[in-house]
């Protein structure tokens, strides 16, 4: 299996930030990676696709980038309902795999 | 927008079978899309189980093989899981999500169901 490792596990900080997320592949995945936020109880919302392409209706303030092994997901200017937990995701093979994640907390 | 809803009994007996049901509102339950089971132990981070196709095929999660069966009824846009032999370890949310062929993102998922095992 692919591991997936997130860091940091958690981040403080506050509005108005810039944060850096990094996820890191323990093999070649090209640009196969995946960015979600979830909020406790809810449903995982997916945030950038194939490294760093941003979905539909998700803000500009989130970006990604990276390529082969190493990824990176930042945040430009952090807003209060950017504080959720954050996950990194594999889909270059089975099984897919997803970080064991990073809660950014205020 | 699509839209997923898991349905399943909230409660499963230690030994017993887990099964859960995913209706899936549109069309795109027959596109070039794979329907996946996710779960979440409380606490804890994300696990896939596996996925299948329209047309029945399916890749699943080693680590779960022996267990899971996952499969598709095309008229209903339904698809299920089935886990057998469940313990406490599998007490989890369980979503099931659409992941996109090309680039293989989960783009749409469901709110979530929470099975609890225990006796």
């Known amino acids: 299996d692919i591991q997936m490792t997130q860091s940091p596990s958690s981040l403080s900080a506050s509005v108005g930030d810039r944060v850096t997320i990094t996820c890191r592949a323990s093999q070649y995945i090209s640009t196969y990676l995946n960015w979600y936020q979830q909020y406790p109880g809810k449903a995982p919302k997916l945030l950038i696709y194939?490294?760093?392409t941003l979905q539909s209706g998700v803000p500009s303030r989130f970006s990604g980038s990276g390529s082969e092994t190493d990824f990176t997901l930042s945040i430009s200017s952090l807003q209060a309902d950017d504080f959720a937990t954050y996950y990194c995701q594999q889909s270059y093979t089975v099984p897919r795999t997803f970080g064991r994640g990073t809660k950014l907390e205020i | 927008q699509v839209q997923l809803q898991e349905s399943g009994p909230g409660l499963v007996k230690p030994s017993g079978t887990l099964s859960l049901a995913c209706v899936v509102s549109?069309?795109?339950?027959?596109?070039?899309?794979?329907w996946s089971w996710v779960r979440q132990p409380p606490g804890r981070g994300l696990e896939w189980i596996g996925e299948i196709f329209h047309n029945g095929n399916t890749n699943h999660n080693p680590s779960l093989e022996k267990r899971v069966t996952i499969s598709v009824d095309n008229p209903t846009n339904q698809f299920s899981l089935r886990l057998t032999s469940v313990t406490a370890a599998d007490t989890a949310v369980y979503f099931c999500?659409?992941?996109?062929?090309?680039?293989?993102?989960?783009?749409?998922w469901g709110p979530g169901t929470l099975v609890t095992v225990s006796s």
């Open positions: 999500a659409r992941r996109m062929p090309r680039y293989g993102h989960f783009d749409s």
């Open positions: 194939a490294a760093s």
């Open positions: 549109d069309d795109s339950f027959r596109s070039d899309n794979w």
